[in-house]
């Protein structure tokens, strides 16, 4: 008899368990989306095994979120045991985000839909990061995604997350970039420019903190692989994700165990 595979938990616990109090819903919804995201085809019991909530609150929720177009729900599924069960999924279409790596020697932007999955790319090569062109290069590249989707799914698109260096602006000169560079990088708004150029909301992340957060190997807790210079980094352990400013020691120290000499890559 062949056994059913054990859900998977977010192993990062972002809402992975849900909260009963009174005026907490949104962290209900987004407890069980965690759960839908990383069980897909899961049911209304699973779920509320898994999340801690009550079925009718979880039945509630999923009413909810089905109205807003961000799950749907699959064929049920008939001959196990107990009650037939209805397969729930995230909706692909039901949302999207612009994700944005900014390194070394090029810019790669991403058109990502709820499901985690990428529906288009586009990239530049550059011989060093310039501050003077980057928002416009960036703008530039999300229309041209944008522009893939309908009228109403553009409407779907909710933020643009940025990875990159942290304190870019003191290896730059690293790359061979002019001197006025390092200053006009630590002067910079990058984020305030981006949501004005884009009428986008912007998120800033360390790019090696936002690779531990998508590699799936943190989900495995396997060994981390080698860190070129001046990237960041996470520890996930015990189903957390501690990054800068709490794992600011272990960020330089780790990430100088697995550094090779010269100047960075991208």
Not at 74 to 83: A, P, S
Not at 231 to 251: K, T
Request: hydrophobic share 40%.
């Amino acid at each position: 008899m062949t056994m059913a595979p054990k859900p998977t938990h977010d192993v990062f616990d972002a809402g992975g368990r849900g909260l009963q109090h009174q005026g907490l819903r949104r962290a209900n919804e987004r407890a069980v989306m965690s759960i839908i995201g990383f069980n897909a085809g899961v049911s209304n019991a699973e779920i509320s095994r898994l999340s801690g909530l009550a079925p009718q609150t979880v039945s509630a929720i999923l009413v909810e979120l089905e109205k807003a177009h961000l799950i749907e729900r699959g064929e049920v599924v008939r001959g196990r045991r107990g009650q037939p069960a209805t397969p729930i999924f995230l909706n692909a279409d039901g949302a999207f985000c612009i994700g944005c790596e900014i390194s070394w020697r090029h810019i790669q932007v991403h058109l990502i839909d709820l499901r985690g999955q990428t529906r288009g790319t586009i990239r530049k090569e550059y011989a060093y990061p310039d501050a003077n062109t980057i928002v416009a290069d960036i703008n530039t590249m999300v229309d041209e995604l944008m522009a893939t989707l309908s009228f109403s799914e553009q409407f779907r698109v909710l933020d643009l997350g940025i990875a990159m260096p942290s304190h870019l602006w003191r290896y730059i000169h690293l790359v061979n970039a002019p001197p006025e560079q390092a200053a006009l990088w630590r002067g910079k708004d990058l984020a305030g420019e981006l949501s004005n150029a884009t009428s986008l909301a912007v998120s800033i992340f360390n790019d090696g903190n936002a690779a531990c957060w998508a590699e799936p190997d943190c989900l495995s807790q396997t060994p981390a692989r080698r860190l070129p210079l001046s990237y960041g980094v996470a520890l996930c352990r015990r189903r957390h994700c501690w990054a800068e400013p709490i794992m600011g020691r272990a960020n330089r120290k780790l990430g100088q165990s697995g550094v090779d000499a010269g100047r960075p890559r991208g």
